[in-house]
Nanobody, 123 residues
Framework: QVQLVESGGGLVQPGGSLGLSCGAS????????MGWYRQAPGKQRELVAT???????NYVDSVKGRFTISRDNAKNTVYLQMNSLKPEDTAVYYC?????????????????WGQGTQVTVSS
């Protein structure tokens, strides 16, 4: 079993900064991709940023230049630094991890999700 626990989030004024973190624990052999989705009220879940285990990162266009994803493989933790926040960044942010684990005599791969953390950008 794998658990992802998020921290960070909260209320910030437009133009402000906020950092999120997400740590994975449990029966983990390795983690391939990690990243962040977000879901605003009345909207579909949107992929915000991803990071592969070889260090490549991708971002949705709306956050390029403002958000930075990083990762500490030793701690199985992914971070999202959000700068120059805008009201349209308001959403619940969910982290995910593509985890490889050993079970039933073989390696398996599955996605796991954090519980979500609210980010509100408002004056």
């Amino acid at each position: 079993q794998v658990q992802l626990v998020e921290s960070g989030g909260g209320l910030v004024q437009p133009g402000g900064s906020l950092g999120l973190s997400c740590g994975a624990s449990g029966s983990i052999f390795s983690i391939e991709n990690m990243g962040w989705y977000r879901q605003a009220p009345g909207k579909q879940r949107e992929l915000v940023a991803t990071n592969t285990n070889d260090g490549r990162s991708n971002y949705v266009d709306s956050v390029k230049g403002r958000f930075t994803i990083s990762r500490d493989n030793a701690k199985n933790t992914v971070y999202l630094q959000m700068n120059s926040l805008k009201p349209e960044d308001t959403a619940v942010y969910y982290c995910y991890a593509q985890v490889v684990y050993f079970a039933d005599g073989k390696y398996n791969r599955n996605y796991y999700w954090g519980q979500g953390t609210q980010v509100t950008v408002s004056s």
